[in-house]
């Protein structure tokens, strides 16, 4: 963990405690849960995008694909609408 957090936060990141990683996971996921729940339907968007990232987590895992929507409403503000993940299926399956 605190090697995928080194890549975001730089060396910050070594000073990080296995509770203050918790606390912080348990603070994003109440956000991203609060942002996937979010009312849209009166909002009008102009355009849609979405996009897909792999990435290689755990060594011989599947790639993690994570999936991208974002909007732009027609006042040009860009809202993320959501993030979600998925596993890439092998060409062998």
């Known amino acids: 963990m605190s090697s995928v957090l ?3 936060l730089g060396d910050g990141a070594k000073k990080l405690t296995p509770s203050v990683v ?7 996921t109440t956000k991203f849960n609060a942002l ?3 009312d849209l339907s009166s909002t009008r968007f102009s ?8 990435q290689s987590v ?7 694909c994570v999936l991208v929507i974002i909007a732009v409403d027609t006042d040009g503000r860009k809202h993320l609408v959501t993030l979600e993940d998925g596993v890439r299926e092998s ?3």
């Open 36 to 38: 996937k729940k979010r």
């Open 47 to 54: 355009y849609i995008y979405a996009d897909g990232i792999y």
């Open 22 to 28: 918790s606390d912080l996971k348990k603070s994003w």
């Open 58 to 64: 755990r060594g011989d895992n599947p790639k993690i």
């Open 6 to 8: 080194e890549v975001v």
């Open 91 to 93: 060409a062998q399956s």
